[in-house]
């Protein structure tokens, strides 16, 4: 490392490592300069700019994608690729800067692209409208650092699962540095957000910490009629139950005030009847959007430390988050960093079969419906057996569905022998396997 001193004393850190800063710190910025007007032209010619070697994807180009997207481009790192299937909603305007009025129902990815493109004349940034399943894999082998602003648990698992899948090892077992592709992945929940890094097979990965992303609450509908216990089951009852039965011919419009007026009155008077506290307006959009409500500084802040922990990644420059970064702002402003272990037997980055003890006399489809809910949370598993190699259930293609379909009603201890290893494939983990084996219980 080494020192710039400017001619008005201040000093810039240089590296010599994989990019270089220089660039980045003593270039003009965008946002200003004498004549208020855009400095363009005035810009470090590319061939001097080390960090236009590297190419950078962002995966979302909403709250947080836009924030990311403007970041890049303030830190000069000009090869972006931007991939998002959402399309502009009204409702979007008032935190995604990139979109105006007349971008609504245009797609995310590509007017986020646009208009970097025209406002930031050094960046070259590529969009992609549709969605990240579609990609193959030599496109996300094509990045040098991923980094993700989504909104739900799926979408992560899926590209956590791809990215992982694209570290090669050695005989040993130990990864190939070369095809490791970090990941930064941010997420924002109101006032409370996070940011980790993942490298791919050296860190815990994004799927080590699946039980701290709790499944998707879905209310009993019994539960929600007869037994009312939490806020929640109030508001369900108010929307699910009461709306239609008040108003057979009218849909729910979830964007009006008064609708939703009327769900939180209905509801806050039924919680006063059982003596549940908590019907709040705000919960109950939440409740009937299934939405959390989206604060734009907490995505700056989320979306500020990805862009940062890119940099480092890039340049090498510092050193990087390891690995978690809470940001709590709902009471204070506090944050804490935390090394996320790597959990020993996860699906993705751990090459161990999980063992497991079931009742020889559970259907195929009981298996099934055990891996769907149980702690891997699969989503369309299907299964061979890995000694005889005997396909037991295929979900796709068709044709091959149609023939293993007979075994799901059939009982395990007629499918496949005690201690046997099953081959697990799910769409959620594309390109790897999970290996578990089954034993039965006396
Ligand atoms: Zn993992």
């Not at 490392?1 to 590296?15: E, I, P, Q, R, V």
């Not at 008032?94 to 979109?99: G, M, S, T």
């Not at 646009?114 to 996300?140: A, S």
């Amino acid at each position: 490392m080494f020192f710039l001193l400017h001619k008005n004393g201040t000093t810039t850190a240089c590296y010599q490592n994989r990019g270089s800063l220089a660039t980045l710190l003593s270039r003009s910025s965008p946002f200003s300069n004498e004549s208020g007007a855009l400095p363009i032209g005035e810009h470090v010619p590319s061939e001097t700019n080390t960090l236009s070697g590297f190419k950078v994807l962002v995966v979302g180009a909403g709250g947080l994608g836009c924030e990311i997207l403007k970041n890049l481009a303030m830190s000069n790192i000009p090869n972006v690729d931007v991939i998002d299937l959402d399309s502009i909603d009204v409702t979007n305007l008032n935190r995604q800067f990139l979109f105006r009025q007349k971008d609504v129902g245009s797609s995310k990815a590509q007017v986020a692209a646009k208009f970097i493109n025209e406002r930031c004349p050094w960046m070259k940034v590529t969009p992609h409208h549709g969605m990240i399943q579609d990609k193959d894999l030599n496109f996300y082998r094509s990045f040098n650092c991923i980094i993700s602003g989504l909104d739900n648990v799926e979408a992560r698992r899926w590209l956590n699962a791809t990215v992982c899948s694209l570290v090669e090892l050695d005989e040993d077992g130990d990864p190939d540095p070369e095809t490791i592709i970090p990941i930064v992945d941010g997420g924002t929940e109101g006032f409370a957000g996070q940011a980790r890094v993942i490298l791919p097979r050296i860190t815990s990965c994004f799927e080590c910490s699946l039980d701290s992303f709790p499944p998707q609450k879905t209310f009993p509908l019994c539960t929600v009629a007869e037994t009312p216990r939490l806020p929640e089951h109030c508001i369900a009852y108010a929307f699910t139950i009461q709306w239609p039965t008040v108003f057979p011919d009218k849909k729910l419009d979830s964007d009006s005030p008064d609708d939703m007026k009327w769900v939180y009155e209905k509801a806050l008077i039924r919680s006063q009847k059982y003596d549940i506290e908590g019907v709040t307006y705000m919960l109950t959009m939440g409740v009937v959007k299934n939405i959390i409500p989206a604060v734009a500084s907490t995505n700056a802040i989320v979306s500020a430390a990805c862009v940062n922990e890119t940099v480092k990644l890039l340049t090498f420059c510092s050193q990087t988050l390891n690995t978690y970064m809470m940001f709590m702002g709902k009471s204070g402003v506090y944050s804490h960093t935390f090394v996320y272990e790597k959990k020993d037997n996860c699906p993705v980055c751990s090459a161990t079969v999980r063992k497991m003890q079931v009742s020889p006399k559970m259907t195929l489809n009981e298996l099934l419906q055990t891996l769907r809910d149980g702690d891997l949370r699969l989503q369309a598993p299907s299964v061979t057996a890995a000694t005889s190699g005997k396909t037991l259930y295929m979900q796709k293609p068709a044709a091959l569905q149609k023939i293993t379909k007979v075994n799901l009603d059939k009982k395990l201890n007629d499918l496949i022998e005690d201690g046997e290893e099953l081959t697990i494939t799910d769409p959620l983990f594309p390109g790897t396997s999970l290996g578990l084996s089954i034993f039965f219980e006396n």
